[in-house]
């Protein structure tokens, strides 16, 4: 995307509950929040080259701190969104540590058995997680002087979260670390030659794309009012994979745009027909045919791949 | 004592469903370095095919010889079609390609199918228990025991005594360099995951009177069969009939001895295995 999409695009979400019906600001309440999921995760697939299929526990650790907070009385948002965005952290730090040391799909698939394993943990102690049942009733969360329950206003805390999230994450993949992390997509064995240290760079991206998928899981346990363990189910790390690779891996915007059109698809699809898996696995095959750098590589023309 | 044989011969069973998966994808894997993530699919597919197949003609053993080829030519126009023009790209293009096909291949199994699980009985003779240390053991599941393991050696035999497998082999070991001493690496490929996927159905029948047939069986299956592969090593033989004697014991026992656990013992093996050794059990190259 140009310079001028991103202040434009940002323009245009600002504006949009206000003409629109309440359906519609709920549709992209929930686009925003995935899209924040979906560009932490780019950091990774994009930038770094590496492909997790695990990202959903940090979103869904994250998620489940907001419902025990809130089912303990906590609600103010100051305090459960640092928490949430920690909790995410902390987790990826964990995981990151032990995944970190194996590399293609051996990575991938030691962060799908991290996330099962925090799948597991959510379904079977049910005495402080609520099981298979979740938690529930979570309520909107509470700043001095605001009412955050109806959508207009939680759309606009999610939408000025989102900016947030978007300007960070593009100053981090614009800086000297960012640029380290795609040497390290590009080639890590020569970023090794040339003195890096690629496991704590890799760390280090690691932990940030869990604390970016902490902050979308603490939206998203608010935006649906309760957690069940499906948010840590590896469907969910896949869903999300595909929102970042259909939009375009390494661009932050093409991420962005992937969510809202697997989002908007999964909605009109499946008020429309019931073969809604099958439209998005026929979407797939051909954006993986005819557009090679995803959604925003066909919006931009860029057409050459590096491989 | 007698309850551990019997957890031990069904785990077997399960190893050896698994082993005929797990030889399909690693083989593709080690030739194409492609995650053939459909996978799963086409062994849905040969259940399905198997369901259908026993249906029409009354007999188990039409079902047996037949799906496997019909689903290997699904995976030859896999290949031939989509996969080929993307050689030249990134595999991540060929991984998501193929995770496209395992949401059409899923969708499309349960539109002609229905979303009800289905089972399939045991073909006649195999469909009793046998006395077997003072209690029953289901017969289909020795039956099943004894063909996976027919079916590994036969590989095994296969791919390191005969030209072809030497072929194969040489594939793995260097792609180049083989088509450089005159071989189409390209209709090898092409056998590879034809030949994979036919594995895969024929699983699928196989399977079908131990584990049901069900819309969502595929990811499972996928699923499972990736960490077997990912424990044995990419790319080995060996290493996929190891991966899956541990993951089918461990599953087995898993649910039996540790119920409220079932659900991660598998992950908790592939988890240490990996980080013991980060290229699985046998997987020794480097990629």
Do not use: C
Request: proline letters at 4%; hydrophobic letters at 60%; aromatic letters at 12%.
């Amino acid at each position: 995307m140009t310079r001028a999409a991103w202040p434009a695009a940002a323009v245009v979400l600002a504006l949009v509950p206000l003409g629109l019906s309440r359906y519609v600001t709920t549709t992209l309440t929930e686009i925003l929040i995935y899209a924040i999921f979906a560009m932490s995760l780019d950091l990774l697939v994009g930038y770094t080259g590496l492909v997790s299929l695990g990202h959903a526990a940090f979103f869904g650790i994250a998620a489940y701190t907001v419902g025990l907070l809130s089912a303990h009385g906590a609600t103010a948002l100051a305090l459960t969104l640092p928490a949430g965005v920690a909790a995410g952290a902390a987790a990826a730090l964990l995981v990151g540590v032990f995944a970190l040391r194996a590399a293609g799909v051996y990575f991938l698939m030691l962060t799908l058995a991290f996330a099962q394993m925090a799948f597991a943990v959510a379904h079977q102690w049910a005495g402080v997680t609520g099981g298979t049942n979740g938690l529930a009733g979570i309520a909107r969360p509470a700043v001095p002087g605001l009412d955050l329950g109806p959508p207009v206003p939680f759309y606009y805390l999610v939408f000025i979260l989102f900016v947030a999230a978007a300007w960070l994450l593009r100053r981090i993949a614009a800086s000297p670390f960012g640029a380290a992390l795609v040497g390290i997509r590009e080639n890590e064995a020569r970023m090794r030659a040339m003195g890096f240290d690629t496991f704590r760079l890799k760390l280090g991206a690691f932990v940030i794309a869990g604390a970016a998928a902490g902050l979308s899981g603490v939206l998203f346990a608010y935006y649906n009012g309760f957690v069940s363990p499906d948010v840590l189910y590896w469907t969910s790390s896949g869903q999300v994979l595909i929102m970042v690779l259909l939009g375009g891996a390494g661009t932050l915007a093409g991420p962005a745009l992937g969510a809202g059109v697997v989002l908007v698809l999964q909605n009109l699809a499946s008020s429309y027909t019931a073969r809604w898996t099958l439209i998005l696995g026929a979407a797939f095959i051909l954006v993986v045919l005819a557009a090679p750098r995803g959604l925003v590589g066909l919006l931009t023309g860029r057409w050459a791949r590096s491989s | 004592m007698t309850f551990y044989v019997l957890q031990a011969l069904n785990g077997l069973a399960y190893s050896m469903l698994l082993f005929l998966l797990a030889a399909g994808l690693s083989l593709i894997f080690g030739l194409m370095d492609v995650v053939n993530l459909a996978h799963g699919g086409f062994y849905m597919l040969g259940a399905y095919l198997g369901l259908s197949f026993v249906r029409w003609t009354g007999s188990f053993w039409v079902a047996v010889v037949l799906v496997p080829p019909l689903v290997a030519a699904g995976g030859f126009l896999l290949e031939w079609e989509f996969l080929r023009p993307l050689y030249r790209r990134t595999h991540l293009d060929q991984i998501l390609l193929t995770f496209g096909f395992a949401f059409v291949i899923s969708d499309v199994v349960r539109w002609l199918w229905g979303a009800e699980v289905q089972s399939l009985a045991a073909p006649p003779g195999l469909d009793r228990s046998i006395p077997m240390l003072g209690t029953l053991f289901p017969a289909y599941r020795l039956f099943v025991i004894a063909l996976g393991g027919a079916l590994a050696l036969g590989l095994w035999l296969g791919l390191s005594r005969t030209r072809l497998g030497a072929i194969v082999r040489a594939g793995v070991a260097n792609k180049e360099m083989t088509q450089a001493m005159g071989i189409n690496i390209a209709a090898v490929f092409t056998g590879v995951f034809a030949f994979g996927t036919g594995l895969a159905g024929l699983a699928g029948v196989i399977a079908a009177p131990i584990q049901g047939v069900f819309p969502g069986v595929d990811f499972e299956t996928l699923i499972v069969t990736l960490i077997v592969v990912v424990v044995g090593g990419l790319g080995t033989l060996t290493g996929s009939f190891w991966g899956s004697l541990l993951i089918g014991e461990a599953e087995t026992f898993g649910k039996t001895l540790l119920p409220e656990a079932a659900l991660v013992v598998i992950y908790l093996v592939m988890a240490a295995v990996l980080l013991v050794r980060p290229r699985g059990l046998f997987g020794g190259r480097t990629r």
